[in-house]
């Protein structure tokens, strides 16, 4: 079965500085990979995914993540933090094609302080 | 994105008592909606999917019977947690997909907090 582990419940950046939120997967097949953003009082906002296509990922706000198969992760990056970012996020796996059956981690909350 | 709404943000219920929720789309049709529950510091973990008209499939492990989910529209689904005990105390979150096919994507609303006293 698939699965997914976010490391650090709970990432703190100052405002400009690199943001990496990590993400690794658990597969016997090639996976579908998405990270989602929440923020507070909303629902989850899909920021990017990752369909077998390129391995570099580019997605909305700045964000983007790397497939990477030898490592089974799918981290997050974005260059430089901005206050809006904090949220929490969440890592997602699914088998299919769809967005059927997403297996989601933890999710980790990012603080971007000033 | 598509907007969908879930209502309400907040129930507090007696122990015993059933709870609904609703999920609707607002902008969109509906051909398939997802149920979700997190526990604190846990996932979400898929409960149901259901289609419209048709019943819900129900993942392993998820009571039929206490979970009752209705899709008898395209743009509302409903989950009624029935005779609700503490335990049942938890975040539900919904998603709906339209009907352009498998890749649409899956737009969630801003999830239920249930708490049973």
């Known amino acids: 079965a698939q699965s997914v582990t976010q490391l650090g419940s709970h990432v703190s950046v100052s405002e400009g500085a690199l943001v990496l939120l990590r993400c690794n997967y658990s597969s016997s097949v090639p996976p579908y990979l998405f990270w989602y953003v929440q923020y507070p009082n909303q629902g989850l906002q899909l920021l990017l995914k990752?369909?077998?296509?390129?391995?570099l990922v580019k997605g909305i706000n700045g964000f983007e993540a790397e497939f990477k198969k030898s490592e089974t992760s799918f981290h997050l990056t974005k260059p430089s933090a901005h206050m809006s970012d904090a949220a929490e996020y969440f890592c997602a796996v699914s088998l299919n094609t769809g967005f059927q059956k997403l297996v989601f981690g933890t999710g980790t909350r990012l603080l971007v302080s000033p | 994105g598509a907007v969908v709404s879930q209502h309400p943000s907040r129930v507090i219920c007696k122990s015993g008592t059933s709870v609904k929720i609703e999920c609707r789309s607002l902008?969109?049709?509906?051909?398939?909606m997802f149920w979700y529950r997190q526990f604190p510091k846990q996932s979400l973990m898929l409960m149901a999917t259901?289609?419209?008209?048709?019943?819900?499939?129900?993942e392993q492990g998820v009571e039929k019977d206490k979970f009752l989910i209705n899709h008898a529209s395209l743009t509302l689904s409903t989950l009624t947690v029935t005779s609700a005990h503490p335990e049942d105390s938890s975040f539900y979150i919904c998603?709906?997909?339209?009907?352009?096919?498998?890749?649409?994507?899956?737009?969630f609303g801003q999830g239920t907090r249930l708490t049973v006293v």
């Open positions: 902008d969109f049709q509906a051909t398939t």
């Open positions: 998603s709906a997909r339209g009907v352009r096919g498998a890749q649409a994507e899956a737009f």
């Open positions: 990752y369909t077998s296509a390129a391995t």
């Open positions: 259901s289609n419209e008209g048709s019943k819900a499939t129900y």
